[in-house]
């Protein structure tokens, strides 16, 4: 968990500075909550794959599909409430969550691969 943090942190910190120096033309002004959304997913997620590694791993392939449905249904809620809200720059907007969510994905991914071949 506190790697997706770091990460969280470090994507906040280079979005700002886009913001500070007047390069985020390609940033949607909801980029801080999708942060916030994709924080509180990958806490989510790490807690459920606790779950998983519970008891010799018997049920961690369960768990594993179970948080990717977990995280595509909440991502399709949150953007289905941004959109029914009215953002402005649909396109922006759907791009960085895209963007983000490939990133959270790759992230997680990378992270529990490298916690299966540590324990094998």
């Known amino acids: 968990m506190l790697r997706s943090l770091l990460a969280t942190v470090l994507l906040g910190i280079a979005f700002f500075l886009a913001r500070h120096y007047h390069i985020d033309q390609w940033f949607h002004a909801f980029v801080p909550y999708m942060l916030v959304f994709f924080l509180a997913v990958s806490f989510l997620i790490h807690r459920l794959m606790e779950f998983g590694f519970r008891d010799k791993r018997d049920k961690f392939v369960q768990f594993y599909l ?38 959270y994905t790759i992230f997680e991914i990378y992270g529990l691969y490298r916690n299966l071949r540590r324990d094998s």
Request: proline residues 0%; positive net charge.
């Open 66 to 103: 179970s948080t990717v449905v977990v995280r595509l249904l909440l991502c399709i809620v949150f953007v289905g409430i941004s959109l029914y809200i009215g953002i402005e720059n649909v396109k922006i907007f759907i791009a960085n969550f895209f963007a983000l969510y490939l990133f």
